[in-house]
């Protein structure tokens, strides 16, 4: 009898045991999807930004809007894009078929990072100041010499990265 109690309390002590296991390897598995999303975002920023075209900027703290030039490795062309947090809370980017945005042309959207609560970005400016829009001035160059990019994740990670832009 005492031998099928221990029995008892050694299965149910296993089953639970697994469950733990089980339910660590499943948040093990969302934590990586996230973090594997955040990665291809950044990479996908960085390489946009960095190929930007001295062309007209349109930048606030939510929104940034430019031109860029196609890759050296011809994966993609010359075009206009923009970032935005959109009203789900997910950063979208908007791609044109061209370098200009015309109102003939709408932009095809993709979500590129879901569960965002904040997306902020500031320009450098030619004086080493952080400012939340640009360009301030019309003698301002086109294009900042870096871009700050701030994302809060919904489940409260705060990132901070900053891009340098060639001119």
């Known amino acids: 009898m005492s031998a099928l109690l221990i029995l008892s309390l050694l299965a149910v002590m296993s089953f639970r045991g697994l469950g733990a296991v089980l339910d660590a390897r499943d948040q093990v598995r969302q934590e990586t999807e996230k973090w594997r999303s955040v990665a291809a975002f950044f990479a996908r920023f960085q390489r946009d930004v960095q190929l930007s075209a001295p062309r007209p900027l349109r930048a606030a703290s939510g929104r940034l809007e430019f031109s860029r030039f196609a890759s050296a490795e011809g994966i993609d062309m010359p075009r206009r894009v923009a970032y935005r947090l959109n009203e789900n809370h997910e950063i979208e980017i908007a791609l044109w078929p061209g370098l200009d945005a015309t109102p003939h042309a709408p932009p095809a959207?993709?979500?590129v990072l879901p569960a965002v609560a904040q997306f902020e970005l500031q320009y450098l400016d030619s004086e080493l100041v952080w400012?939340?829009?640009?360009?301030?001035?019309?003698?301002?160059?086109?294009?900042?010499?870096?871009?700050?990019?701030?994302?809060?994740?919904?489940?409260?990670?705060?990132?901070v990265r900053v891009f340098a832009l060639t001119s």
């Open 109 to 111: 959207r993709y979500v």
């Open 131 to 159: 400012v939340d829009a640009w360009p301030r001035t019309e003698r301002d160059p086109p294009l900042p010499r870096a871009v700050r990019l701030r994302i809060v994740l919904a489940s409260g990670e705060e990132l």
